[in-house]
């Protein structure tokens, strides 16, 4: 029995040695959320670095700290004003980079559980067509430290 308890350990992790990505895997940089207040909207931003070898795309995000969570790519209308459109997908070729930023593509989090205060944190879980989940612990910061105050896109440097 015990001899049997063995052979099902190792066999378990040879199983989860395997199961590792071969060429590094998808990886969040500087990641960071806006401040917020209960009720509220943030977003959070990162770079999302596709290490794996094969093309990825980002399909969703989840968080307990919001009511939902979207992925966004805000664009100038027609009209002039800045409009939000929910993704579907949004893509991470194989070795390449996809920034999220003001401005740009952002993870939405619709109506915030709490207030986000600068020096609290939260927890996001990115969802990959390909490669599974990533669960990151974002600092929430002053969009005003991190280079922009608005969501135009142009005062980040
Ligand atoms: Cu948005």
């Not at 060429?23 to 209960?38: C, I, L, N, V």
């Not at 670095?49 to 795309?57: K, P, V």
Request: proline share 3%; aromatic share 4%; charged share 15%.
């Amino acid at each position: 029995m015990k001899k049997f308890l063995m052979f099902v350990l190792a066999g378990t992790l040879l199983l989860s040695a395997c199961g590792a990505p071969m060429e590094g895997s998808m990886e969040a940089k500087d990641a960071w959320a806006r401040t917020g207040m209960k009720d509220g909207n943030s977003a959070a931003y990162m770079m999302l670095a596709n290490g794996a070898g094969q093309d990825d795309e980002l399909v969703g995000a989840s968080s307990d700290a919001a009511n939902a969570v979207e992925v966004h790519l805000s664009q100038m209308g027609a009209d002039g004003v800045m409009q939000m459109l929910q993704q579907e997908s949004v893509a991470v070729p194989a070795g390449g980079m996809l920034e999220l930023k003001p401005g740009s593509y952002h993870v939405m989090l619709i109506g915030l559980k709490q207030d986000l205060n600068v020096g609290d944190s939260i927890t996001l879980t990115l969802h990959f067509k390909n490669n599974g989940e990533l669960t990151l612990t974002v600092p929430v910061k002053d969009a005003a430290d991190m280079g922009g105050s608005g969501m135009d896109g142009h005062t980040m440097p």
